[in-house]
């Protein structure tokens, strides 16, 4: 979109800092809801952890699983 590449590791960092941020906070408790958010949360950080590396950045595909490099 307009050139940019908008990475899913930023978005999972953020679930995950309102999610623990609402625990410690006692705005909820740990259940099956905020075990899946938290979830939810760790998979976009780990499908996304190329991005995280200055070196590897943009250079894999993107899917629903872990990005990969493309084959040549």
């Known amino acids: 979109?307009?050139?940019?590449?908008?990475?899913e590791f930023a978005l999972g960092f953020a679930?995950?800092?309102?999610?623990?941020g609402?625990?410690?906070a006692e705005w909820?408790?740990?259940h099956l809801r905020e075990a899946a958010t938290g979830g939810?949360?760790?998979?976009?950080?780990?499908k996304d952890w190329r991005?995280?590396?200055p070196s590897?950045?943009?250079?894999a595909r993107w899917s629903l699983l872990p990005h990969r490099v493309p084959r040549d």
Do not use: E, Q, S, Y
């Open 1 to 7: 979109m307009l050139g940019l590449r908008i990475h």
């Open 15 to 20: 679930v995950l800092g309102v999610l623990i």
């Open 22 to 24: 609402g625990v410690v």
């Open 28 to 30: 909820w408790g740990l």
């Open 40 to 46: 939810f949360g760790g998979w976009l950080v780990a």
């Open 51 to 53: 991005d995280l590396v």
């Open 56 to 59: 590897k950045r943009n250079t």
